[in-house]
Structures are given as C-alpha cells and as structure tokens.
C-alpha cells in the first residue's frame, strides 16, 4: 500500500524534523501539566501491585532527536478536559532532553564481552513524562524491552499522578536535584543519582535499580569492567518536499505482533506473517485514532528504535497517503493506524476487521484471518470492503490481484458491480457467505458485517437517500483525539 522512500544520503548531516507519536488520553492514563511541576501522567483506572502500568498504551523508545523535534500530544484536548489543566499540543524534543533530563541509559550485552555492557541512551514512551518520588509507585528495571517492563510497586488509585525513581535510573548523570521536593515520608533529601546515595542506601535499593546503574556501580567498586557508552547513530532518510514526519513503533515493538514489515520483490513495504494462522484466529492489534496534522494529507512514518527482530532499522521513512489506504470512522475522519496501512489490497484477502464485535470508540481494533495464513504470506485486505470511495487515489488502478474472485478494481465498494456489492453485503464479518457453513447464528443476523461501518453507512445512504456519504466530516466537527475519551461515561468520573 505504500512506496519506500529511497532517498536515503549518508553525506546529508541533518534530517528535517520530526514528530514523535505521544498519545495524551489512554484507558491506562492521561496527562496533566500544573504549575508546580509541569507535565504528568495521571493513572486514568485502578492497577493493582504487580500490573502492567500502561498495558492498554503505545509503549516505544527512540534516540534519532535533532533541534526542532516534538513531541505530538495526540488527544491534548480530552487530556485537558480530564486533568482540568492546559495540555499542549505538542512539546519540543532536543538532545538535551536524551542525555539530561528525560532520557534513559540502557544497558545491552557487550558483544566482545570485554566490559558489563554497552549503554546507550534513549527516550521511553510514555513513561520519559511520569515524574520524580523516592517512593514511586511504578518500577521499570529494564528500559530495554518493547513493551511491558512497567509494573506498579503499589496499587495505585485513579486519579493518582504516575511517579519513578529517577535515583534508581540514573547513575551520575540526570535530572539531578540537590533538594528533592517529591513530600514522600521516604525521601531521601536529594536527587543526585545512585552514586550520590549513602552505603546504606546502595545497598538497600541497588536490586531495584536499571541494570544500567547496577552495571556502573558494580564497576565502580571493582567488580566488572566498566560499562562503554555508546550513541545510536541513525543513517538519515532525507524528504526536502515539506511532508510532515511522525515516528510510530513497529508491530513488534508496540503489539508484540507475529509479523514483520519488509519490502516485496517490487520494492513496496508490506506486512508477512511470522508464524502461521488458522481460520478465524487473530493475527494482530494495532492502534488506531483520527489522521494527524490537518487530518488528510500525507505523512512520513518513520520507525522507533529497533528492539526486536524483524523491525525495520530505527529512522527508516515510509510514505503513507491517506487518500490510498486510510479507513475512515462512521463520521468521515481518516484513521491512521500506523504500519497496519502496510497492508494490500486482494478481492480474496487474508484478514479483515471485526467490527461486530469490536468497539469502533477503542484505539486498539484487531484484525483476524479468514483463511489459514502460512508462514511468510504476505497479508492482505478487501480494500473494496473497508473503503467506501477510494477514487481520488492515485494508486486507485485497475485491480491485477490474480484471483479467481477478482473484480477488476480497487476503487472502493462504490464502485462495483451489484452483484459484487451484495455478495459483500451477505458476508459474515469472517467473510464467509450463504448458506453460512460453520458460522453462528447471531453472526449473520445483520448485513454487511464484512463492511466497516463507514462503508455500511455510505451504502446505506446511497440506497435511501439516492446520494453518496460526503467525503469528509466538516472540519468544526473532527476530533483531535483519542476517540474513546470523547465522552466521558459514569464509569470514569472521579
């Protein structure tokens, strides 16, 4: 669905700049900025000691930060709203920010094995925002996994501002504070880094600490080989033609997905599975809220930090065109949904959507196979099922797919044959049509499953209205956000 942008220089010193993807209203949390401390994160639902933190949030990391970089506050607005405070839309990101202030260093094997390690440092979505206590209810030990590595030390209550231990993070060098203001009956009066704590102290939290500062403090009193610290050098993909770029995780490093984003024989990004998939069975989630920027123009998505096999390398650039592969929700807003946009157009595709039994209002939707899915298959999409008018494409060709099915275009339902439109109409969300072999009953108690509600909607005016669904929603009423924080229900009052 997307071309790769080859324009790849390694003379060129300095890429353009770039927004990081920070989403500001998850299930898991939202943030706050007040006078006394600034930007925050708040717990937006009860997690017990030993949960997950932000088990329903992007997790990423990325190290490529160059002068006039921010971070994009996507969802600013139900932020505010919620915290009762003025979250920005966006925050500026500089080097400063890496190697002082909101970075972390990380730790990974040396593989000569002469030292404890190479460090490298990075900054951690979203938790680079939770700020300081010296008794912190969310430990991160790691700050070198894709996803997962938050836990609560405590239970932790809604409404409560999300802490660390910066002491615990940072070795000699950090936010660092001679006087810590964090009110905790424990504070330990200073914010100067592990190597400033007493003996007692060390002793006390070194097994609590990053293996970063485990591995500089070890070092420190003889018993490894210091650590070498090393900078993620980055090869910059330049674009000069002024479209905005966002850096987005990769499937593995935000879903722990079982498939990897490579290039086909024609140079085009696409999504293969890593493992098989039977009928039925889900293959992935992927987060999905409304377009950035001004809502339909295209973007650059460029990858985070590469932390698992099969991601593409940190800074690599891929066009994506919303006019070519963006769904849109019931209101005419495209989503975006990052690398899921990799996926190609079939007339008898691997995957679809489960929209009957998938809140549209979730930022995380799933896609499931309706086939069995081998191996290395490359996935693919009905793009004539999800997409209502994909005319204005340029990409919008004749449909060359191959199969047996195929109906000669990838324009979108509006465009096909009648009897191709009601064959898709008839279809279970799974795809499969009458006499339903194998299918619930309740699952073809309603037409068009098959379809995203967009396209139902557009059919369905088209039919009783005799005209079509406009192209877009009016700007006045597009939301800027999380679209499951629009209204705030009885359940999330606090």
């Given at each position: 669905m997307a071309s790769p942008d080859n324009s790849s220089d390694s003379t060129v010193p300095q890429r353009p700049s770039q927004a990081i993807y920070f989403p500001a209203f998850t299930w898991d949390y939202y943030l706050k900025n007040d006078?006394?401390?600034?930007?925050?994160?708040?717990?937006?639902?009860?997690?017990?000691?030993?949960?997950?933190?932000?088990?329903?949030?992007?997790?990423?990391?990325?190290?490529?930060?160059?002068?006039?970089?921010?971070?994009?506050?996507?969802?600013?607005?139900?932020?505010?709203?919620k915290s009762r405070t003025q979250v920005p839309s966006t925050l500026p990101v500089t080097r400063e920010m890496i190697l002082r202030t909101h970075g972390v260093p990380a730790l990974t094997a040396d593989p000569s094995g002469k030292t404890a390690g190479v460090i490298r440092w990075k900054l951690e979505l979203p938790g680079m925002l939770?700020?300081?206590?010296?008794?912190?209810?969310?430990?991160?030990?790691?700050?070198?996994?894709?996803?997962?590595?938050?836990?609560?030390?405590?239970?932790i209550k809604k409404g409560e501002e999300l802490t660390y231990n910066y002491l615990l993070q940072y070795y000699d060098r950090?936010?660092?504070?001679?006087?810590?203001?964090?009110?905790?009956?424990?504070?330990?009066?200073?914010?100067?880094?592990?190597?400033?704590?007493?003996?007692?102290?060390?002793?006390?939290?070194?097994?609590a600490a990053s293996g970063a500062v485990q591995a500089l403090h070890?070092?420190?009193?003889?018993?490894?080989?210091?650590?070498?610290?090393?900078?993620?050098?980055?090869?910059?993909?330049?674009?000069?033609?002024?479209?905005?770029?966002?850096?987005?995780?990769?499937?593995?490093?935000?879903?722990?997905?079982e498939v990897e984003i490579k290039q086909d024989d024609e140079g085009k990004y696409a999504i293969y599975a890593c493992k098989d998939f039977s009928f039925g069975e889900k293959v992935?989630?992927?987060?999905?809220?409304?377009?950035?920027?001004d809502g339909r123009e295209p973007i650059d998505m460029v990858s985070s930090t590469k932390l698992n096999e099969g991601e593409l390398p940190e800074g690599t650039v891929i066009r994506l065109d919303p006019l070519d592969c963006a769904v849109k929700d019931r209101s005419g807003h495209y989503q975006f949904s990052g690398w899921d946009l990799l996926t190609e157009h079939s007339c008898d595709p691997n995957l679809t959507y489960n929209d009957l039994n998938e809140d549209e209002e979730d930022d995380w939707q799933g896609t499931y196979a309706v086939k069995d899915i081998k191996t290395g298959d490359k996935l693919t999409i009905d793009f004539n099922s999800v997409l209502w008018d994909r005319s204005n494409s340029g990409n919008a060709s004749e449909c060359h797919c191959g199969t047996?099915?195929?109906?000669?275009?990838?324009?979108?339902?509006?465009?096909?044959?009648?009897?191709?439109?009601?064959?898709?109409?008839?279809?279970?969300w799974?795809?499969?049509?009458?006499?339903?072999?194998?299918?619930?009953?309740?699952?073809?108690?309603?037409?068009?499953?098959?379809?995203?509600?967009?396209?139902?909607?557009?059919?369905?005016?088209?039919?009783?209205?005799?005209?079509?669904?406009?192209d877009t929603a009016s700007d006045s009423s597009s939301s800027s956000g999380s679209s499951s924080s629009d209204d705030e229900s009885s359940s999330d009052e606090e």
């Open positions: 006078e006394k401390w600034g930007i925050g994160i708040v717990a937006r639902r009860n997690i017990k000691k030993g949960e997950l933190v932000f088990s329903d949030s992007l997790e990423f990391m990325f190290s490529d930060v160059i002068e006039g970089d921010y971070l994009l506050l996507q969802g600013h607005q139900n932020a505010s709203k939770c700020n300081h206590a010296c008794d912190p209810n969310v430990t991160d030990e790691s700050h070198d996994e894709a996803k997962g590595e938050s836990y609560a030390a405590r239970d950090g936010p660092f504070f001679e006087t810590c203001l964090c009110g905790s009956p424990s504070c330990l009066g200073s914010m100067m880094g592990f190597k400033a704590l007493s003996h007692a102290n060390k002793a006390k939290y070194l097994s070890r070092a420190d009193i003889g018993e490894v080989l210091t650590p070498k610290e090393e900078e993620i050098v980055v090869p910059c993909q330049k674009t000069d033609d002024g479209v905005n770029r966002i850096v987005f995780p990769g499937p593995k490093n935000c879903a722990s997905a992935y989630d992927f987060w999905r809220q409304d377009w950035p920027f047996t099915t195929c109906v000669g275009t990838q324009a979108g339902f509006k465009f096909l044959p009648k009897e191709a439109q009601l064959e898709r109409k008839l279809m279970t799974r795809r499969v049509g009458p006499p339903y072999a194998g299918e619930k009953e309740e699952d073809t108690e309603y037409l068009g499953m098959a379809l995203t509600p967009h396209v139902r909607k557009c059919w369905r005016a088209d039919e009783q209205l005799g005209e079509d669904c406009p």
